[in-house]
């Protein structure tokens, strides 16, 4: 879990308090929207977290993407695109607080390349992108939020840096003042 802990002042903060509960959820959900914006932003850019560029991928693994024809502009942890589009937003009250939590949601048969001899993709697999496969006879289903941990721990995309948190706060007191 990500918490967004940003300063604000009292005015604000008795703002907040004041505003009805459905804007504080409009608010909120603004809030994770941009989120997740920044975060793909930053993917598409190749940038960790921390602002430093991805681990490049391996020749090989390279070579197969881009014959799959998946070694577009945008590249960056998408084989398929299903993991980033998972990201929902859920929003809950606990107690006085309001919460958002973001997650991958769902579940979907593990992707992968598959192709003629140690992982070779043939011209006619190439020519029609079908380099990509799915495996449903082993019944491989796996979470997207366990595809997104695993792809987190070899290039960290989840989560906010100083710049993005200051960004988010700025939209938090402009929302809050236009309520």
């Not at 008795?14 to 989120?35: E, I, S, V």
């Not at 693994?61 to 502009?73: D, L, N, Q």
């Amino acid at each position: 879990m990500i918490d967004l802990n940003f300063h604000v002042d009292t005015r604000a903060l008795q703002k907040w308090a004041l505003l009805k509960p459905g804007t504080k959820r409009k608010t909120l959900r603004k809030l994770a929207g941009h989120y997740m914006l920044l975060v793909r932003e930053r993917v598409k850019k190749g940038l960790d977290v921390g602002g430093a560029p991805f681990r490049a991928y391996s020749p090989g693994y390279e070579r197969r993407k881009r014959r799959a024809g998946r070694m577009k502009e945008n590249y960056w942890l998408r084989l398929t695109g299903k993991m980033m589009r998972s990201q929902k937003a859920k929003y809950r009250k606990r107690g006085k607080n309001y919460q958002a939590t973001i997650s991958f949601e769902g579940t979907r048969p593990q992707a992968k390349f598959e192709g003629k001899g140690r992982g070779r993709i043939d011209q006619k697999q190439a020519k029609t992108g079908a380099g990509l496969t799915v495996n449903l006879a082993q019944g491989e289903m796996v979470s997207n939020a366990y595809i997104a941990a695993k792809n987190d721990d070899i290039r960290a995309f989840v989560g906010v840096n100083g710049n993005e948190l200051e960004e988010l706060r700025r939209l938090f007191l402009e929302l809050i003042e236009v309520s």
